[in-house]
Protein backbone atom coordinates (compact mmCIF):
# COMPACT_ATOMS: atom_id res chain seq x y z
CA UNK A 1 0.00 0.00 0.00
CA UNK A 2 2.91 2.05 1.10
CA UNK A 3 4.51 1.67 -2.41
CA UNK A 4 1.04 2.42 -4.26
CA UNK A 5 0.70 5.84 -2.54
CA UNK A 6 4.07 6.94 -3.36
CA UNK A 7 3.72 5.86 -7.01
CA UNK A 8 0.50 7.56 -7.10
CA UNK A 9 1.76 10.55 -5.72
CA UNK A 10 4.87 10.57 -8.46
CA UNK A 11 2.31 10.53 -10.79
CA UNK A 12 1.08 13.73 -9.33
CA UNK A 13 3.81 15.19 -8.06
CA UNK A 14 3.97 18.20 -10.00
CA UNK A 15 0.94 20.98 -8.95
CA UNK A 16 0.48 21.75 -12.70
CA UNK A 17 -0.38 18.00 -13.17
CA UNK A 18 -2.78 17.65 -10.20
CA UNK A 19 -4.38 20.68 -9.84
CA UNK A 20 -6.65 19.81 -12.51
CA UNK A 21 -7.31 16.47 -10.73
CA UNK A 22 -8.15 18.43 -7.15
CA UNK A 23 -9.78 21.67 -8.31
CA UNK A 24 -13.07 20.33 -9.59
CA UNK A 25 -14.13 18.48 -6.56
CA UNK A 26 -13.07 21.58 -4.97
CA UNK A 27 -14.88 23.51 -6.94
CA UNK A 28 -17.81 21.85 -6.35
CA UNK A 29 -18.10 22.92 -2.94
CA UNK A 30 -17.40 22.68 0.85
CA UNK A 31 -17.85 19.08 0.54
CA UNK A 32 -15.82 18.73 -2.68
CA UNK A 33 -12.88 20.47 -0.38
CA UNK A 34 -13.31 18.58 2.27
CA UNK A 35 -12.80 14.92 -0.09
CA UNK A 36 -9.92 16.92 -1.99
CA UNK A 37 -8.26 17.53 1.75
CA UNK A 38 -9.37 13.91 2.37
CA UNK A 39 -7.80 12.55 -0.83
CA UNK A 40 -4.47 14.31 -0.54
CA UNK A 41 -3.69 13.33 2.99
CA UNK A 42 -4.31 9.88 1.77
CA UNK A 43 -1.81 10.57 -0.90
CA UNK A 44 0.59 12.02 1.04
CA UNK A 45 0.27 15.79 -0.80
CA UNK A 46 0.41 18.78 2.21
CA UNK A 47 -3.20 20.10 1.72
CA UNK A 48 -1.38 23.73 1.63
CA UNK A 49 -0.02 22.43 -2.44
CA UNK A 50 -4.04 21.84 -2.81
CA UNK A 51 -4.97 24.79 -5.54
CA UNK A 52 -6.84 27.29 -3.06
CA UNK A 53 -7.95 30.61 -4.19
CA UNK A 54 -9.73 33.09 -2.11
CA UNK A 55 -13.23 31.52 -3.21
CA UNK A 56 -12.31 28.65 -2.05
CA UNK A 57 -10.90 29.54 1.09
CA UNK A 58 -13.96 31.71 1.97
CA UNK A 59 -16.38 28.49 1.44
CA UNK A 60 -13.90 26.51 3.56
CA UNK A 61 -14.21 28.80 6.63
CA UNK A 62 -17.60 29.68 6.25
CA UNK A 63 -18.67 26.11 6.85
CA UNK A 64 -15.98 25.45 9.34
CA UNK A 65 -16.98 28.14 11.55
CA UNK A 66 -20.73 28.01 11.11
CA UNK A 67 -21.51 26.62 14.50
CA UNK A 68 -19.17 28.69 16.37
CA UNK A 69 -20.54 31.97 15.02
CA UNK A 70 -24.00 30.48 15.61
CA UNK A 71 -23.39 30.34 18.69
CA UNK A 72 -21.82 33.46 19.24
CA UNK A 73 -18.48 33.07 19.77
CA UNK A 74 -16.11 36.00 20.42
CA UNK A 75 -14.31 37.26 17.97
CA UNK A 76 -10.73 36.36 19.74
CA UNK A 77 -12.03 32.76 19.82
CA UNK A 78 -13.06 33.16 15.99
CA UNK A 79 -9.50 34.24 15.10
CA UNK A 80 -7.97 31.49 16.87
CA UNK A 81 -10.02 28.87 14.77
CA UNK A 82 -9.32 31.04 11.87
CA UNK A 83 -5.38 30.76 11.92
CA UNK A 84 -5.82 27.01 12.62
CA UNK A 85 -8.09 26.68 9.73
CA UNK A 86 -5.67 28.90 7.38
CA UNK A 87 -2.76 26.63 8.40
CA UNK A 88 -4.28 24.03 6.05
CA UNK A 89 -4.34 26.20 3.03
CA UNK A 90 -0.75 27.59 2.98
CA UNK A 91 1.76 30.54 4.21
CA UNK A 92 0.85 32.69 1.53
CA UNK A 93 -2.99 32.64 1.89
CA UNK A 94 -2.51 32.76 5.36
CA UNK A 95 -0.92 35.77 5.55
CA UNK A 96 -3.06 37.16 3.20
CA UNK A 97 -6.43 36.32 5.28
CA UNK A 98 -4.44 37.13 8.24
CA UNK A 99 -4.14 40.65 7.10
CA UNK A 100 -7.49 40.61 6.11
CA UNK A 101 -8.99 39.71 9.51
CA UNK A 102 -6.67 42.42 11.37
CA UNK A 103 -7.87 45.26 8.71
CA UNK A 104 -11.61 44.44 8.86
CA UNK A 105 -12.91 41.38 10.53
CA UNK A 106 -12.21 42.36 14.09
CA UNK A 107 -12.77 45.93 14.29
CA UNK A 108 -15.43 48.81 14.29
CA UNK A 109 -17.69 49.51 11.52
CA UNK A 110 -16.56 52.52 10.59
CA UNK A 111 -12.91 51.12 10.19
CA UNK A 112 -13.64 48.07 7.75
CA UNK A 113 -16.62 50.01 5.43
CA UNK A 114 -14.09 51.72 3.13
CA UNK A 115 -13.14 47.63 2.80
CA UNK A 116 -16.33 46.35 1.85
CA UNK A 117 -17.78 49.62 0.08
CA UNK A 118 -15.51 49.21 -2.74
CA UNK A 119 -16.60 45.55 -3.17
CA UNK A 120 -19.98 46.24 -2.89
CA UNK A 121 -19.91 49.13 -5.66
CA UNK A 122 -18.34 47.16 -8.10
CA UNK A 123 -22.16 45.22 -8.04
CA UNK A 124 -24.14 42.49 -7.32
CA UNK A 125 -21.21 39.91 -7.66
CA UNK A 126 -18.93 42.30 -5.19
CA UNK A 127 -22.37 42.82 -3.08
CA UNK A 128 -22.63 38.81 -2.72
CA UNK A 129 -19.04 38.33 -1.96
CA UNK A 130 -18.91 41.23 0.35
CA UNK A 131 -21.78 39.23 2.04
CA UNK A 132 -19.78 36.36 2.20
CA UNK A 133 -16.58 37.68 3.23
CA UNK A 134 -18.42 39.61 6.22
CA UNK A 135 -20.26 36.37 7.44
CA UNK A 136 -17.28 34.30 7.52
CA UNK A 137 -15.93 36.84 10.03
CA UNK A 138 -19.19 36.86 11.79
CA UNK A 139 -20.07 40.71 11.12
CA UNK A 140 -23.86 41.28 10.14
CA UNK A 141 -25.02 41.47 6.93
CA UNK A 142 -27.05 44.39 8.48
CA UNK A 143 -23.67 46.41 9.60
CA UNK A 144 -22.12 46.49 5.89
CA UNK A 145 -21.87 50.01 4.25
CA UNK A 146 -25.15 49.67 2.50
CA UNK A 147 -26.52 52.75 0.13
CA UNK A 148 -29.94 52.65 -1.95
CA UNK A 149 -27.55 51.79 -5.24
CA UNK A 150 -26.18 48.93 -3.49
CA UNK A 151 -29.60 47.70 -2.23
CA UNK A 152 -31.37 48.11 -5.21
CA UNK A 153 -28.40 46.16 -6.78
CA UNK A 154 -29.11 43.60 -4.37
CA UNK A 155 -33.03 43.49 -4.34
CA UNK A 156 -32.87 43.21 -8.15
CA UNK A 157 -30.63 40.36 -8.76
CA UNK A 158 -32.08 38.35 -5.59
CA UNK A 159 -35.85 38.78 -6.49
CA UNK A 160 -36.40 40.82 -10.01
CA UNK A 161 -33.54 38.29 -11.69
CA UNK A 162 -33.79 35.07 -9.78
CA UNK A 163 -36.68 34.91 -8.08
CA UNK A 164 -40.52 34.52 -9.10
CA UNK A 165 -41.29 36.42 -12.16
CA UNK A 166 -44.82 35.80 -13.61
CA UNK A 167 -46.91 39.19 -13.41
CA UNK A 168 -49.48 37.86 -10.90
CA UNK A 169 -46.18 37.09 -8.22
CA UNK A 170 -44.59 40.36 -9.53
CA UNK A 171 -47.87 43.22 -8.60
CA UNK A 172 -48.87 40.94 -5.50
CA UNK A 173 -48.60 40.41 -1.69
CA UNK A 174 -45.98 37.47 -2.28
CA UNK A 175 -43.88 39.88 -4.52
CA UNK A 176 -43.45 42.52 -1.32
CA UNK A 177 -42.89 39.67 1.16
CA UNK A 178 -39.85 38.25 -1.21
CA UNK A 179 -38.31 42.25 -1.14
CA UNK A 180 -38.99 42.22 2.47
CA UNK A 181 -36.97 39.30 3.40
CA UNK A 182 -33.76 40.47 1.27
CA UNK A 183 -34.50 43.88 2.89
CA UNK A 184 -34.15 42.08 6.37
CA UNK A 185 -30.66 41.09 5.34
CA UNK A 186 -29.69 44.74 5.05
CA UNK A 187 -31.22 46.13 8.08
CA UNK A 188 -34.46 48.07 5.79
CA UNK A 189 -37.83 47.80 6.50
CA UNK A 190 -40.61 47.72 3.67
CA UNK A 191 -41.21 51.95 4.58
CA UNK A 192 -37.75 52.61 4.35
CA UNK A 193 -37.27 51.22 0.81
CA UNK A 194 -40.71 52.59 -0.35
CA UNK A 195 -39.29 56.15 0.76
CA UNK A 196 -35.88 55.67 -0.41
CA UNK A 197 -37.52 54.72 -3.80
CA UNK A 198 -39.98 57.66 -3.81
CA UNK A 199 -36.61 60.17 -3.39
CA UNK A 200 -35.07 58.45 -5.92
CA UNK A 201 -37.45 59.22 -8.38
CA UNK A 202 -37.60 62.92 -7.02
CA UNK A 203 -34.11 63.59 -7.29
CA UNK A 204 -34.08 61.81 -10.60
CA UNK A 205 -36.63 64.30 -11.86
CA UNK A 206 -34.43 67.23 -10.55
CA UNK A 207 -31.92 65.79 -12.61
CA UNK A 208 -33.44 66.50 -15.24
CA UNK A 209 -35.09 69.49 -14.51
CA UNK A 210 -38.96 68.11 -14.97
CA UNK A 211 -39.54 69.07 -11.18
CA UNK A 212 -37.92 72.40 -9.61
CA UNK A 213 -36.71 72.45 -5.88
CA UNK A 214 -38.56 74.45 -3.94
Request: no cysteine.
Amino acid sequence: MKQLRQYIRELLSEATEYDSKFKPLMDSGYDGIKQAMELADTLGIPSQELPWTEELITDYLHYETAGLRAAGTSPSTLRKEYNKLLANTGPAWEERWSGLFDSIGLQEATEYDDKFKPLMDSGPDGIKQAMELADSLGIPSQELPWDFKSISDYVHETVVETGPNTPSIQRGEKYRKLIEDQLANVGWTWDDWAAAVQQDAINFNFSLGLRERK
